[in-house]
């Protein structure tokens, strides 16, 4: 596995890779890696001959100052698990390799980036976007692999691709719970374990809603407040959205069909936390 940390590096790899001809896939983070990414490393390496991981916590996309200071960040402990995972090539690069002095293009997400994480997070869409952009340019893969659990960043990054015309395909990774149901993410660390018992009414109450779907429920005003109901049940619960939406444009819908996700965001204590589930039969 080579570590790379300047952009002129990284282009000889990747202009020797694709001189050979060789199938690339490449998986974006912001590490303090957990099973989720390493779901994810591993599906590009399955489908690719060779994977690129990024570490890069990104500040154009944090609104908000004391979750950027807060964001975990272990990069040896990061290096191990992505050796472990026969990723070859990891780029870690610093702020100024990947922004410009005086940096100053944005890309604008549009309607898909008004709504959920957009209303809470302004400016939160146009980091990612503008950030995953350019390391599309750097890395040059043949794929990209994202995961579920952020479904709206997911679905945005789909549309600037298309929109974009980037030549590179983006696969979806499905998201990976803990034992007990609870979405795994960077931030879980921060959870006290009474934080971390209440935390899992968010999957429990998407479960529930699943269930009451299967049943033959299909009115998005009952399914939404049996999830409501169950965060209320936290106390240190504080939802933000339970949002019935359909799939591809993420507008609202009045009736569930199986092309219907459940967004959710809450925070609990001091970490928010984001989960969704497809209602599928
Ligand atoms: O999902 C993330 O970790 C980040 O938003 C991403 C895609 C790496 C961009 O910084």
Redesign the pocket.
Do not use: L
């Given at each position: 596995m080579k570590v790379l940390k300047e952009i002129g590096d990284l282009r000889k790899e990747v202009r020797s890779v694709r001189r050979k001809g060789l199938k690339t896939g490449f998986v974006?983070?912001?590490g303090f890696l957990h099973e989720g990414h390493l779901s994810l490393v591993k599906q590009a390496n399955a489908e690719c001959d060779l994977s690129f991981v990024s570490i890069?916590v990104?500040p154009l996309?944090f609104n908000n100052k004391s979750d950027l200071e807060n964001y975990p960040v272990d990069i040896p402990r990061d290096l191990k698990l992505l050796e472990e995972c026969k990723t070859d090539f990891v780029f870690i690069p610093h702020y100024s390799e990947v922004y410009s002095a005086g940096s100053q293009t944005r890309i604008d997400t549009g309607d898909l980036g008004k709504d959920y994480e957009g209303a809470f997070r302004p400016g939160h869409f146009a980091g990612?976007v503008t950030?995953?952009s350019i390391l599309f340019n750097l890395v040059q893969p043949d794929i990209a692999v994202?995961?579920e659990k952020?479904f709206q960043?997911l679905r945005i990054i789909e549309q600037m691709v298309d929109d974009l015309k980037f030549d590179i395909q983006i696969r979806r990774g499905k998201t990976v719970r803990e034992a007990d149901g609870l979405a795994k993410s960077s931030r879980n660390v921060r959870l006290s374990s009474s934080q971390r018992e209440q935390a899992l009414l968010i999957s429990q109450g998407l479960q529930e809603a699943l269930s009451l779907f299967r049943s033959g429920e299909k009115d998005a005003a009952k399914l939404q407040s049996v999830v409501t109901e169950k965060l209320a049940r936290g106390k240190e619960v504080n939802m933000e959205y339970v949002s019935l939406v359909e799939e591809e444009s993420l507008s609202p819908i009045a009736e569930a069909t199986e092309n219907t996700r459940i967004l959710v965001a809450a925070s609990v204590g001091p970490v928010r936390l984001l989960d969704n589930i497809r209602l599928e039969a």
């Open positions: 974006p983070t912001m890069f990104n996309q990612v950030v995953v994202f995961g952020d960043q």
